[in-house]
């Protein structure tokens, strides 16, 4: 198992950037095939990104791509989303979860592929 916090959330005006950190425990996050998704009031959660055990290969939904990317950095046990051109719809709350995966560089878009999440940061993007 692994535990993860993210941090890095706040208010930022429409047109403006954030980067989201999620830090891991435990010395297997490297085994984790990561993701970020996220959830806005009265909504179901959402996939937003994912990246692979190694960083080598990575996915977003079509609504963030060319705005948002996701990074991992095994040496330091931190999967970050840096997002750029924020819109009002972006708010919501971003979970970074993790999902074990021991072989291979599959990329996981499922909420319930995942078996590890964090406590969620909030986002909110005024316009």
């Known amino acids: 198992q692994v535990q993860l916090v993210e941090s890095g959330g706040g208010l930022v005006q429409a047109g403006g950037s954030l980067r989201l950190s999620c830090a891991a425990s435990g010395r297997t996050f490297r085994n984790y095939a990561m993701g970020w998704f996220r959830q806005a009031p009265g909504k179901e959660r959402e996939f937003v990104a994912a990246?692979?055990?190694?960083?080598?290969?990575?996915d977003y939904a079509d609504s963030v791509k060319g705005r948002f990317t996701i990074s991992r950095d095994n040496a330091k046990n931190t999967v970050f989303l840096r997002m750029n051109s924020l819109k009002p719809d972006d708010t919501a709350v971003y979970y970074c979860?993790?999902?074990?995966?021991?072989?291979?560089?599959?990329?996981?878009?499922?909420?319930?592929?995942?078996?590890?999440w964090g406590q969620g940061t909030q986002v909110t993007v005024s316009s």
């Open positions: 990246i692979s055990r190694s960083g080598g290969s990575s």
């Open positions: 979860a993790g999902s074990l995966l021991l072989l291979g560089e599959g990329l996981r878009v499922g909420v319930r592929q995942y078996s590890n």
